[in-house]
């Protein structure tokens, strides 16, 4: 189990790039809360991540592949990633 964060800043805004339990989470300063699935940038919550986060152990790296970083770039637009 992994759980790791990354800082996304887009367009002037920031959000934060969590991956818990193998499913990535973006969390936007707005509170919007979205994960990827099924390589689709999809709705999630609150209640989704905090399961999520229960089940990971330990703060660890993680790898964003160019696929995950493709489906950030065409809903957020350019972005740079903050570690």
Request: aromatic share 6%; hydrophobic share 40%.
């Given at each position: 189990?992994?759980?790791g964060i990354a800082q996304?800043?887009?367009n002037g805004k920031k959000a934060e790039i969590i991956?818990?339990?193998q499913i990535i989470f973006i969390?936007?300063?707005d509170?919007?809360?979205?994960?990827?699935?099924?390589?689709?940038?999809?709705?999630?919550?609150?209640?989704e991540l905090?399961?999520?986060?229960?089940k990971t152990k330990e703060r660890l790296k993680f790898n964003l592949s160019a696929d995950v970083i493709e489906i950030i770039r065409k809903a957020m637009g350019d972005f740079t990633i903050g570690f």
């Amino acid at each position: 189990m992994e759980k790791g964060i990354a800082q996304l800043n887009f367009n002037g805004k920031k959000a934060e790039i969590i991956s818990a339990n193998q499913i990535i989470f973006i969390v936007e300063q707005d509170g919007n809360i979205r994960k990827i699935e099924n390589k689709k940038l999809k709705d999630s919550s609150k209640e989704e991540l905090e399961a999520a986060l229960s089940k990971t152990k330990e703060r660890l790296k993680f790898n964003l592949s160019a696929d995950v970083i493709e489906i950030i770039r065409k809903a957020m637009g350019d972005f740079t990633i903050g570690f």
